[in-house]
């Protein structure tokens, strides 16, 4: 399943009502270590179909960057059951991201 793109409209219907776990990739088109970080997380979409994956930029969403304390990017978070189960800060390896999402 390809990256999915969560705004302000999809947010509560894609993220926290989502039967299953969400990854959130937060980021902005003008950082560098977002752009580098993007791959990896494209890779988890499209190999993952236990976990829903997407992208939600904070420039053009700063009330839900707001809502979750985002105050570095890029930065992931694990969602599930509408809450933050895990939080990660900078760019991570492939390997670090699956590590901390759920294993199916």
């Known amino acids: 399943m390809a990256t999915l793109k969560f705004t302000t409209d999809n ?3 894609e993220v926290l009502k989502s039967d299953k776990p969400v990854l959130v990739d937060f980021w902005a ?3 560098a270590p ?3 970080q993007g791959p990896i997380v494209e890779e988890i979409a ?3 179909d236990d976990v ?3 992208k939600l930029d904070v420039d ?3 009330e839900i960057a707001e809502k979750y304390g985002i105050m570095s990017i890029p930065t992931l978070l694990v969602i599930e059951n509408g809450e933050v189960a895990h ?3 900078g760019v991570h390896t492939k390997q670090q991201i699956s ?3 759920p294993q199916a």
């Open 99 to 101: 590590d901390f999402l």
């Open 52 to 54: 829903k994956v997407g």
């Open 87 to 89: 939080q990660m800060v």
């Open 34 to 36: 977002c752009r580098m």
């Open 29 to 31: 088109t003008w950082c």
């Open 46 to 48: 499209n190999e993952r």
């Open 60 to 62: 053009e969403n700063p």
């Open 11 to 13: 947010f509560e219907e």
